[in-house]
């Protein structure tokens, strides 16, 4: 099991920057797949940024160039550096774990709300 906590979201003006952390309660070696997705009303979850496999990154097509996603493995960590932001980005990103043993277990911090104004 693992247990996440988001934190770094708020109000941001177009252009602006934020950046997200990820602070999980077990170390993140043992962890196959970690990174980010996002909830904006009315739509679906969507993948954002996320490794894979530990350390292969993948990137929503419409954050690329914008963000990055790293890690601090002593701190248990992950972060998202969000530059750029559009009013389109304007939603709750969720800290996702993956843990593959027999079977995968997914898992989701609580979420943060992340709001882009023009």
């Known amino acids: 099991q693992v247990h996440l906590v988001e934190s770094g979201g708020g109000l941001v003006l177009a252009g602006g920057s934020l950046t997200l952390s990820c602070s999980a309660s077990?170390?993140?070696?043992?962890?196959?797949?970690m990174g980010w997705y996002r909830q904006a009303p009315g739509k679906q979850r969507e993948l954002v940024a996320t490794?894979?496999?530990?350390?292969?990154?993948n990137y929503a097509d419409s954050v690329k160039g914008r963000f990055t996603i790293s890690r601090d493995n002593a701190k248990n960590t992950v972060y998202l550096q969000m530059n750029s932001l559009k009013p389109e980005d304007t939603a709750v990103y969720y800290c996702h774990a993956r843990i593959t043993t027999l079977a995968k277990y997914d898992y989701w911090g609580q979420g943060t709300q992340v709001t882009v104004s023009s």
């Open positions: 490794f894979t496999s530990g350390s292969i990154t």
């Open positions: 077990r170390s993140i070696f043992s962890i196959n797949d």
